[in-house]
Structure formats: C-alpha cells, structure tokens
C-alpha cells in the first residue's frame, strides 16, 4: 500500500489528508501463478500497483496470443482500455509469478480525484505515461522488424528477461518461437564472434 501511494507521489506531491484518503481505500490481494486479474470481456474496475511478481496484458485473435506488455514490480497498471471507458475490455491481466498486488477501485479513485486536486493530477499524469507507453508499443509493432523489437526488448526489459517463457516472448515480439530462437542464435554467434 504505501509503495502505491509512493508512486503516485512521485508523479505528483500528495497532501497529508489526501495520503490518509488513499490509505483507506486501498486493498491487498494475493495471485497464484496463471490466475487472471483481468479476463476479456470483463470491465476492469480497479487500479492496480504490482508490489510482487510478474503480469502480462494479453489478447488472444484467432487462436494466437498476442502479449502487448510485460509488468514488474513497482509498476501502476490497468486494463487501460476499459478502465477508462468502463466498457468491456479486450484484454486480459495473467499473473506469471505469484503475485501480490495493491488496487483501489475505480468508482473511489473517481471520488479522490475529485476531492483532492493532488490525487487528480497524480492520476492524469499516470494516464499520460500509460498512453504514451501504449502509444510507443504500437510504434515499435508497426515500424521494427523482429531482431530490432528484440534487441529493444533486451535493453528495455533485461531484468525480466530470464523470468518469462520464450513462447510469451515470441508472442510479445509477433514471431513464432522458431524465428525467436534463429534471432538469439544469430546474436549468440555475433556476441562470439566479437570476443
């Protein structure tokens, strides 16, 4: 709880009384590995900080999984689609670790933010972040070919590289787990080659 309220404090300063609100709307909730916190179709009502363990946000098309992002600790999360429209999202939430998490919900983050002018600020700047962040993701599926998106990936995310499966890697970078494998193969046998 307090590492959530820290975050948002860190976007932007909180008022004493405004801390006292937040901590008494903010809940605690335990994951086991592979539970859902957010099934699609669902409306997702609650904003989340991950203190522990690891998530991806994830729509599945066809049969394929496709993984837009990857959660680690210390991170402000939600189903950003239906969060703010209220409406269905297409997305789900997976835990890939045991997780735990701190979450306020929504129709109480909407009252805090209208009574405090520091939790609104706060909030519309996280949202700023996470759309900016979205928008970047699109930017790099549309514009980078597979190698550059996982080179990318290595320099963005190297610290939750070892704890996800090469299968939720693929399906983040939109390759099969053959093109991933020819990929790291090829990087293995430049890094060598550099020695």
Not at 73 to 93: C, P
Not at 107 to 122: N, R, W
Not at 139 to 166: G, K, P, V
Not at 169 to 175: D, N, T
């Amino acid at each position: 709880m307090i590492d959530f309220i820290n975050s948002l404090n860190s976007l932007s300063p909180l008022r004493t009384v405004a801390v006292d609100d937040l901590k008494s709307e903010i809940n605690n909730k335990s994951y086991k590995r592979g539970d859902f916190i957010l099934n699609s179709g669902r409306v997702c009502r609650r904003l989340y900080f991950l203190n522990s363990g690891l998530l991806k946000l994830s729509s599945q098309k066809y049969g394929n999984e496709f993984i837009m992002r990857f959660f680690s600790e210390n991170s402000i999360f939600t189903g950003l689609d239906s969060y703010i429209t209220q409406a269905k999202s297409e997305y789900s939430i997976i835990t890939l670790e045991p997780t735990m998490v701190s979450y306020i919900s929504h129709s109480k983050m909407e009252f805090l933010c209208q009574k405090h002018h520091c939790i609104e600020t706060a909030f519309r700047k996280f949202m700023s972040i996470a759309s900016i962040n979205m928008l970047k993701r699109i930017s790099e599926m549309l514009e980078e070919n597979a190698t550059t998106s996982y080179n990318n990936f290595l320099n963005t995310n190297a610290s939750i590289l070892q704890r996800i499966s090469l299968g939720d890697l693929a399906s983040y970078l939109g390759i099969t787990q053959v093109s991933l494998s020819r990929i790291r193969s090829k990087k293995s046998i430049l890094s060598f080659d550099k020695k």
